[in-house]
């Protein structure tokens, strides 16, 4: 939206600035039309903005290999911040696995060297000790069946946006769908120079949860 306001508003200081002769009226019509489109402009991008968005994966890659053929895809905040939610629920599987895809899928602010800084390991741990955190990103896993949805239905994510989520081209929070809390959670993410999005932060991801029935 402010890109739009400086548009309009020096558009219009313009036309208060030309002499009102008999082209004002032209003048006039083409900071309408540089209105109109501004504000077209600004509600498409904000309906994109707000749109929400799931994204499905039939089964979890059981290697660093599948998973780098996944990150290829991530071309959308969404898909980055999912194959991020696949890496925390390899952790129950494999957990050295688990924090390889982990780290492949965050941003060198989380890191140390090629691992995981101190926070983002004792995250790890709490992972480790709650793999239910993780499950409860998947949709149809609830605290009423344990966290487990059925092993047909593979894993489902949803994701939605706010009118704040868009920081910049390359910075963009998402929030990731839980059964496990009453609102969704936030997860921020950034673009590198390949046109992957990594999560950047995700502390919120590894916050309790409803207890299972």
């Known amino acids: 939206m402010p890109t739009c306001v400086a548009a309009i508003t020096l558009r219009t200081k313009m036309t208060l600035g030309d002499d ?3 082209k004002g009226n032209v003048v006039k019509t083409n900071t309408l039309k540089t209105i109109c489109v501004c504000l077209m402009f600004w509600a498409s991008f904000h309906s994109l903005a707000w749109a929400d968005e799931q994204h499905h994966f039939d089964a979890l890659p059981q290697s660093v290999e ?4 996944l990150q ?6 969404e898909i980055g911040a999912a194959l991020f939610v696949v890496a925390m629920l390899v952790v129950e599987q494999d957990e050295v696995l688990g924090e390889q895809l982990m780290v492949q899928s965050l941003t060198d602010a989380n890191l ?5 800084d101190t926070s983002m390991r004792d995250h790890l741990k709490r992972l480790e000790r709650d793999p239910d955190i993780a499950r409860s990103y998947v949709s149809g896993a609830k605290p009423d069946n344990g966290y487990r949805a059925p092993d047909e239905v593979g894993f489902t994510f949803k994701f939605s946006r706010n009118r704040y989520s868009v920081r910049s081209e390359i ?6 769908a839980t059964s ?3 609102t969704p959670r936030p997860v921020s993410l950034m673009r590198d120079s390949t046109g992957i999005w990594k999560v950047e932060e995700a502390s ?3 916050v309790g949860i ?3 029935s």
């Open 204 to 206: 919120s991801l590894f």
């Open 66 to 69: 599948a998973f780098s053929a």
């Open 171 to 176: 910075e963009v929070r998402v929030f990731v």
């Open 112 to 116: 140390t060297g090629d691992q995981l």
């Open 180 to 182: 496990g809390a009453g």
């Open 210 to 212: 409803y207890r299972p």
């Open 72 to 77: 290829n895809t991530a071309n959308t905040p």
């Open 20 to 22: 009102h002769d008999a």
